[in-house]
């Protein structure tokens, strides 16, 4: 049967269309606005930059190594990565939820290309970061006494997660056409990093996104030794496999879609297997050439007859390092005031980022050594170890003082600082200013007792000049060994001490 | 006259159910009605013409472009308006936003030009003062009108609309009919509908489905004709008469055939198609 209507016919046609690239385009803007807007993306981008602004509020004066700031910048992205994912999820899974599939079918942008588009506002989202981990790592880089060198590869790991965790949110709308599949998806994501980031799985522990080294060393930048550019690689290849497969599972079943899968899993082979090598033997003899024989890596400099030897990112520093032992000698008495000493960076680095950062005392005679971190606690810390060797004449011995010595020493660390009393606090363990504590400094610790941390209050209670003549006026008695403290105080013509003066 | 649309053969199988039987019609400029009782074919014709389902047999072609090659379909895609019988939406969207994405995924790519177009098809639905509104904030009606912005978007030539005035209230549904007419001019509407009324008011011509096959071509008046001598008034209800219902005067209308000397009633669209129903051996409830 045939029905005839009998009118004009017209060809309405839309005007001018702009292709199905251009389309996918339009549509990724549109749905990055979306994606960039959604809750959880917000608040997980307003925590991140809060908590980026906080801690570096919060960096207690310590000068940033430029490799080790690299990787700070990628922990927090994760949030961001897991918001990303609960939102491309749910964005993926719009119309199969709210039941518009049968109208977008039959427009002219097919399912894939759709799919193309969420995973180009994952994109976005991953441009985003990349952006505020620039920021994060341009503002450490700008702060006074940043030394060494960023890696693009551990820069670039926080914006690849988020694209990675992003577009596995999309493959599993593709996957799972359910609003449970994801959450369950973070859950269990969640819940493998916290069980496998605190063990030590070796080389399988790269196979996640993040891998942080649970440590304070700060290494030379050659002999950190973490595969970050492999691992970048390995997880810009794997977050574009989710991405290719994605376009597939949504019908985009094209030539280019599955060479793109094929080479991304190559990526993904490639970089997982090259960041699993370990440590090269060059690397392994680099490292125990840094940590045994520093000489033969360092260059040194003199400064008023005293010899700083510094690995070469740290050679800005030197200037700092003088200062201070210009002004620790400046408060001594006797030979020491003009003692020459040699100032040696070193660093334990035999077993990477996962070692024990420890570094044994010297017995060279006046060596002392400099840490690879400066700034906040680490100066009183050094300049209790320079008054150290100029009180003992070596480390070895000065970190075996166990009498009255530590008086004048403790002068010598923190005397020249604007807050001496500050300096005290910061330099001792469990930051007290009465009773006994340990000090630090970059080798082995002291101890002071209740009495000489009495004695020494007593001083720094006097006027600077005052203190410090009459330091300089009894220096020979009070660099004597076995002096106690209570001498010490007399010697100074300072009330006797009441605490125990007892070393452990 | 080339039309708009051009249908030969369609046929469709739901398993046993034959959904479509052997459908051929052509469609020009203008609203054509398309009536027919529950599991008539009637989603199922628009759903394929909209190219959202394929037909098992048969041919058609949409302003020329045969949707049988992916090109084709394509082609028919860019030119297609639908309103689908349960449009869903997206709540947390605004109208705005809803027709922006729909336009989108018809390859609007100039931001400039695509807002313009969504702005002028929310206009035509009545929806300015409310484009920045969320849909779930919307009601019914209004939701209604989004989901005809969307199908307007583009200026597409063939218009397929399935029962789009289903749960409005008398008067959104007279709102909706004046934009189903404003709609029709100039470009080819298929409204699939159980409104009569609808059909009287809106549209040049009319189908009538049953069973899957086309029962009916014509004008309205051509159907109303059909009733004309078959329709009468009796204080009982005729046990002759195929269908019979009691009206508000306490009278009964019979359709069918009359015995002699019946008080003939001027007959409706309505009585027209109750009765081609019951000639395609459908079941005509009263």
Request: aromatic share 6%; net charge neutral.
């Amino acid at each position: 049967m045939t029905a005839v209507v009998e009118k004009p016919a017209v060809s309405g046609t839309l005007e001018e269309p702009g292709g199905p690239r251009k389309a996918v385009l339009a549509l990724a803007l549109f749905e990055s606005r979306r994606l960039l807007t959604r809750i959880p993306v917000l608040v997980a981008f307003a925590v991140y930059v809060g908590w980026t602004v906080w801690r570096s509020g919060k960096a207690w004066g310590d000068y940033p190594a430029l490799q080790d700031a690299d990787r700070a910048t990628q922990g927090a992205p994760m949030l961001i990565g897991l918001a990303v994912l609960l939102s491309v999820n749910s964005a993926a899974l719009r119309s199969h939820r709210h039941g518009t599939e049968q109208l977008l079918t039959v427009l002219v942008l097919p399912r894939w290309r759709r799919t193309a588009a969420h995973a180009l506002s994952v994109v976005a989202a991953a441009l985003l970061t990349a952006v505020c981990v620039a920021g994060q790592f341009g503002r450490e880089a700008l702060r006074p006494g940043a030394i060494g060198h960023g890696s693009v590869g551990e820069l670039l790991v926080g914006p690849l997660t988020v694209l990675l965790f992003g577009l596995a949110g999309l493959l599993m709308a593709g996957l799972v056409r359910s609003a449970v599949a994801a959450p369950l998806l973070v859950v269990l994501f969640l819940f493998l990093f916290l069980f496998f980031s605190g063990m030590d799985y070796g080389a399988a522990l790269w196979l996640l996104p993040v891998v942080e080294d649970a440590t304070s060393n700060t290494l030379p930048s050659d002999l950190l030794g973490r595969p970050a550019a492999w691992h970048a690689l390995y997880l810009a290849g794997l977050a574009l496999s989710l991405g290719l497969l994605a376009l597939l599972v949504a019908g985009g079943r094209k030539p280019a879609v599955f060479a793109g899968v094929a080479g991304t899993l190559a990526m993904t082979l490639v970089g997982g297997v090259a960041q699993s090598a370990g440590d090269s033997p060059e690397l392994v003899r680099a490292r125990e050439r840094a940590s045994v024989h520093p000489e033969q890596v360092q260059s040194c400099v003199r400064r008023d007859g005293s010899t700083y030897c510094a690995f070469p990112e740290w050679e800005p520093r030197v200037g700092d390092w003088a200062r201070v032992v210009d002004r620790v000698r400046s408060l001594a008495g006797g030979g020491a005031h003009e003692q020459d000493v040699v100032v040696r960076q070193r660093v334990e680095a035999r077993y990477g980022l996962s070692g024990d950062a420890a570094l044994e005392s010297l017995k060279r005679p006046h060596e002392v050594t400099v840490g690879t971190q400066w700034g906040g606690n680490r100066v009183p810390e050094f300049s209790a170890a320079v008054a150290g060797v100029l009180i003992a004449g070596d480390e070895k011995a000065a970190t075996s003082i166990c009498d009255g010595r530590i008086v004048p020493l403790m002068w010598l660390a923190v005397g020249w600082e604007s807050d001496p009393l500050d300096a005290l606090r910061r330099v001792r363990l469990n930051d007290t200013v009465t009773g006994s504590d340990s000090v630090l400094q970059p080798t082995d610790g002291l101890y002071m007792t209740e009495a000489q941390t009495e004695v020494l209050r007593a001083l720094l209670d006097l006027p600077r000049a005052e203190a410090g003549a009459r330091v300089k006026d009894r220096w020979v008695e009070l660099t004597a060994p076995k002096i106690t403290a209570a001498r010490a105080a007399e010697l100074l013509g300072l009330p006797a001490p009441e605490g125990e003066d007892k070393c452990l | 006259m080339t039309p708009t649309v051009s249908a030969s053969g369609l046929s469709l199988r739901y398993g046993g159910t034959r959904a479509l039987d052997d459908v051929s019609l052509r469609l020009t400029a203008g609203v054509t009605g398309l009536l027919g009782p529950n599991g008539a074919g009637k989603t199922t014709l628009l759903r394929v013409l909209a190219t959202a389902l394929p037909a098992d047999r048969g041919t058609f072609t949409v302003l020329g472009h045969d949707p049988a090659t992916a090109r084709g379909r394509q082609e028919v895609r860019r030119r297609l308006g639908y309103l689908p019988q349960t449009p869903g939406f997206h709540p947390d969207f605004t109208a705005f936003e809803f027709v922006d994405y729909v336009a989108i995924l018809k390859e609007m790519t100039d931001r400039g030009v695509r807002h313009r177009e969504v702005r002028r098809v929310l206009d035509e639905a009545g929806l300015a003062d409310v484009r920045g509104k969320r849909i779930r904030k919307l009601s019914g009606g209004m939701r209604q009108r989004v989901a005809l912005g969307a199908a307007l978007v583009g200026d597409p030539g063939f218009l397929v609309l399935d029962e789009p005035t289903v749960g409005l209230d008398p008067e959104q549904r007279m709102r909706f009919r004046e934009l189903i007419a404003g709609a029709g001019e100039g470009r080819t509407v298929l409204l699939s509908t159980h409104q009569t009324e609808d059909v009287a008011m809106l549209c040049h011509r009319v189908l009538v489905m049953a069973g899957g096959r086309v029962r009916f071509e014509g004008t309205p008046a051509e159907l109303t004709a059909r009733a004309a001598g078959r329709v009468w008034s009796s204080a009982e209800r005729d046990p002759g008469a195929k269908a019979g219902w009691r009206t508000g005067t306490g009278s009964f209308r019979n359709l069918g055939d009359p015995p002699a000397g019946a008080d003939l009633l001027e007959p409706t669209l309505e009585d027209g198609y109750l009765l081609t129903l019951d000639g395609a051996g459908a079941e005509v409830a009263a």
